[in-house]
Structures are given as C-alpha cells and as structure tokens.
C-alpha cells in the first residue's frame, strides 16, 4: 500500500505537467519535480528550520542556590518553558523558580524580610543541532531590570542572570544545566516538542 502511495504522488506532477506542456518537456521536467515529492515524503528532515518550532518544556531544581547553603530554603523547583528554534535558530525561554523558606529571610534589602523564594527569568535561546545556548535575566523580581530602573541606586542589573545550555540526549529528551553567580548550578530535565508552522 506504501509503494502504491508513492507511486501515485510520483506519477501525479507528470499528470499535471502533461496538461500544460508538450509531451517532450514532460519527460524531463517531470522527472524532476518526481525527485522532488520524493524527497519531501520523509517529512521533518527536509523540512526548513524556518518552518518549525520546538516547545521546549522542562523540570529541575537549584540544590547549589545561596540559600540553600545558608539553611533558609530547600533546593528551590524550577519550571522551563519556551519556544526554541523559532526564527533562524533562534528562540526564547522562560524559567520559574519557588520555594517556601524554613525560617524567614531578607530578601537583597535589609528593610525587606521575605517567608519565601521566587524567581521569574527570562531570554533569548540559539539552537545549533542538537544543543541549545540560552541566556536569562530576572526582569520583575524585587532587583528586577524593571522594577530597579529609575530608583537612584546601584541596584539596576543586579537581579537574577543565568548562563545555560540544553542538550538533546534522547528523541526530544533534554538534559540542561545552567549557573548563576547566585542561584549557583541549576538541573533541569526538559522535553522539546516539535510543532509545524
């Protein structure tokens, strides 16, 4: 039944061709354009990158984070979610991060005491093969870029920032690993879905 199917989508273009052409330009155009619908029945590997998007979705924790060093918090969870390989490779990625603090703490300002963890970072994504290179700053935290733009201190950029990257070791199955000066080293593991545009 394959080969019936391939053979159908093979003869169809000269079936066309043969309608708007003479009969000689047929032979060698359709023969062509035979290869051509050939190749593209394998599906996703002739596929441009520019046309597919992988959602990236992932797990992990933060066991080296500074307060966990401290005894403050547990080892905060983190939840990744992005699209990457949206544009050129190119894509973008959000990361969650909470945990419930053992005892109270203050939270970068000696005039703020916080019962609590959480992180919100955000940036860019490259996909090259099989590896992805991302990049993440905290944006809306108390140290935030955002919300510490404006406020006469030395505070702006001091927020969140994270250095990682993600590697496909299993069919869509992803190992990342990133650091940051602050959250220390953070494991995740992630499933990249691929989904046509």
Request: charged share 20%; aromatic share 12%.
């Given at each position: 039944?394959k080969?019936?199917k391939l053979?159908i989508?093979a003869?169809?273009?000269?079936?066309?061709n043969g309608?708007?052409?003479?009969?000689?330009e047929?032979?060698?155009e359709?023969?062509?354009?035979?290869?051509?619908?050939a190749?593209?029945l394998?599906?996703e590997?002739?596929?441009?990158?520019?046309?597919k998007?992988?959602?990236?979705?992932?797990v992990?924790l933060?066991p080296t984070?500074?307060?966990?060093?401290?005894?403050?918090v547990?080892?905060?969870?983190?939840?990744m979610?992005g699209a990457t390989?949206?544009?050129?490779g190119?894509?973008i990625?959000g990361?969650?991060?909470?945990?419930?603090?053992?005892?109270?703490?203050f939270?970068?300002d000696p005039?703020?005491?916080?019962?609590?963890y959480?992180?919100?970072i955000f940036g860019p994504?490259?996909?090259?093969?099989?590896?992805t290179?991302?990049?993440?700053m905290?944006?809306?935290?108390?140290?935030?870029?955002?919300?510490?733009v404006g406020?006469?201190?030395?505070?702006v950029g001091s927020?969140r920032?994270?250095l990682?990257?993600s590697f496909?070791?299993?069919?869509?199955?992803?190992l990342?690993?990133?650091?940051?000066?602050?959250?220390?080293?953070?494991?995740n593991?992630a499933y990249v879905l691929p989904?046509?545009?």
């Amino acid at each position: 039944m394959k080969k019936l199917k391939l053979l159908i989508l093979a003869l169809l273009p000269l079936a066309v061709n043969g309608q708007v052409v003479s009969p000689e330009e047929t032979s060698s155009e359709g023969a062509g354009t035979t290869e051509v619908v050939a190749g593209t029945l394998g599906g996703e590997e002739v596929k441009s990158d520019s046309t597919k998007i992988n959602i990236f979705f992932g797990v992990g924790l933060l066991p080296t984070h500074k307060l966990v060093k401290q005894d403050f918090v547990k080892a905060p969870f983190r939840v990744m979610l992005g699209a990457t390989d949206a544009y050129k490779g190119f894509g973008i990625v959000g990361t969650i991060e909470w945990r419930k603090a053992e005892t109270p703490y203050f939270e970068n300002d000696p005039s703020v005491m916080t019962d609590r963890y959480f992180r919100a970072i955000f940036g860019p994504t490259y996909s090259i093969g099989p590896l992805t290179v991302y990049a993440q700053m905290d944006l809306f935290g108390p140290y935030g870029f955002f919300r510490s733009v404006g406020n006469g201190n030395d505070i702006v950029g001091s927020g969140r920032k994270a250095l990682g990257a993600s590697f496909d070791v299993y069919k869509g199955v992803n190992l990342a690993l990133d650091f940051s000066s602050y959250g220390g080293i953070g494991v995740n593991v992630a499933y990249v879905l691929p989904i046509g545009i």
